[in-house]
């Protein structure tokens, strides 16, 4: 099989010939019984590489890995920081505000159930936070057990609060948008927006109430970005209804 | 499991169980880490072995996943989490072979000889098969596979990760291509 369209027929499995070409590749093909097989069997080879799961690592290197991750972090933390007294407890927090959002939007795929068990679980006041800094693990705990941990931190609040302040006047004005816009909604759809937008407003309302009780609990702000990033998406969302129906 | 992870439950759809997966990880959680490192270090690991040239991929396994999570922050959720770890791990890998030359002899025993990855396979041991004919690509050719069919690059992409044109691109993934498909026949 050497004909002129051998050269042809990836490009054609990957649809990147132009209409002409294509049209007069397929009629070839409805004659040329080898490159009919062929196409076929490039078909094959792409579907194989797509679905290829992969060859597991001769030695498991988790171990090395989590090791590493713990030496970066810990040696981080000691340039960031002077040496604390002994037997002082720090905490350091992995987040920034974009890392917070885009935190976020991974966590906006969270059903609304389980945020409210999440909720609902920390509200109970179990006085135990998920540990985020690994310098400050033992080596038998692994990252991201709960562990007790003292004291309040006002970082975390200010993040949230600089976030609040980001989204506030995006939110006012939508909502205003959406207050004048909101007769050219139908009732269906506008009561499931509001539906929607109290559910949000009660999580951050939660998650804000959870926060003072524990200003430690870093998932709490981070549920706060990811709620109040919702409502303004919600509320674009509705503002772009609104406007095209105008 | 962190305690996070049972306070939400685990989620029975693969894609929204790895979506909370990167959102603890993103938070610290070692434990959700851990499942997205089992989740793809196969995948990885071949990808490794297939632009490196060699087994021995210990050493830069380590490397991709502990940047994965010093990146974590930075991943948006554009693509699924697999695409765009697997192109932070293209990324190291191609700055190692830049760097290290990583090429493991009996592989460049078989390098510019595709009839060596022509062998026809037959039964269960197809996939296998067709891994080492992988593996028996010449470097180009297998590059521009690989990170085509496996990782999803475009040609245009490639071109620019490996310095060749596009068109050449298109033409070493042909090749590759009409080589492996004989393990079809």
Redesign the interface.
């Known amino acids: 099989m050497t004909d002129h369209w051998t050269e042809r027929l990836s490009a054609y499995v990957d649809g990147e010939l132009d209409r002409e070409e294509r049209g007069a590749l397929e009629v070839h093909l409805t004659s040329c019984e080898a490159c009919a097989t062929a196409v076929a069997q490039l078909r094959q080879v792409v579907g194989w590489a797509h679905g290829y799961e992969g060859k597991p690592p001769k030695v498991d290197v988790w171990d090395a890995v989590a090791r590493g991750i713990r030496e970066r972090e810990g040696s981080r933390e000691e340039s960031r920081h002077p040496p604390k007294r002994s037997g002082e407890r720090v905490r350091r927090f992995v987040f920034t505000v974009p890392q917070l959002l885009a935190a976020g939007i991974a966590l906006a795929l969270f059903s609304g159930t389980a945020v409210g068990v999440a909720l609902r679980a920390v509200g109970a006041g179990s006085g135990r936070t998920v540990v985020t800094d690994p310098a400050l693990l033992p080596d038998e705990i692994p990252l991201g057990e709960s562990f007790d941990i003292d004291g309040n931190d006002p970082w975390t609040v200010a993040v949230v609060t600089q976030l609040e302040e980001q989204y506030a006047e995006a939110i006012a004005d939508l909502e205003s948008l959406l207050r004048e816009g909101q007769d050219k909604l139908d009732s269906a759809t506008l009561r499931v927006i509001e539906e929607n937008l109290r559910t949000i407003d009660e999580a951050v309302e939660q998650a804000t109430v959870a926060l003072r009780r524990d200003p430690a609990a870093v998932y709490l702000s981070e549920l706060i970005s990811v709620n109040l990033r919702r409502k303004l998406e919600l509320l674009r969302d509705a503002a772009a209804l609104v406007a095209s129906e105008t | 499991m ?3 992870a049972s ?3 685990r ?1 029975s759809d693969p ?2 169980s790895e ?2 997966d ?3 990880a ?9 499942r997205l ?2 989740r793809h ?7 490794a ?1 297939w632009m490196l040239g060699t ?1 021995d ?2 050493d830069v ?2 490397d991709i ?2 940047r994965a ?2 990146k974590l ?5 554009q693509s699924a989490f697999g695409t765009w770890l697997h192109r932070l791990a293209v990324n190291v890998l191609l700055r190692r072979r830049e760097t290290d030359r990583v090429r493991a002899r009996r592989y460049i025993a078989h390098e510019e000889t595709l009839e060596q990855a022509e062998a026809p396979a037959t039964g269960p041991q197809l ?1 296998a098969d ?2 080492t004919a992988v593996e028996r690509l010449p470097q180009r050719s297998r590059d521009v ?1 690989v990170l085509h ?2 990782v999803g690059y475009k040609h245009d992409e490639i071109a620019e990760h490996l310095g060749i044109t596009a068109g050449t691109s ?2 070493q ?2 090749h590759a ?2 080589t ?3 393990h ?2």
Do not use: C
């Not at chain 2, 270090?41 to 990808?47: D, G, P, W």
């Not at chain 2, 922050?73 to 959720?77: N, Q, S």
């Open positions: 962190s305690a996070l306070k939400v439950g989620s894609l929204e979506a909370a990167v959102a603890l993103a938070a610290g959680d070692g434990t959700a880490f851990e490192y089992r270090v196969a995948r990885i690991n071949s990808l072995e087994p991929t210990e396994l380590q996943f502990i999570w010093e922050g930075t991943f948006r959720g996939w067709i891994e596979f069919d496996v298109r033409s993934l042909h291509r009409m492996l498909r004989k079809f026949e």
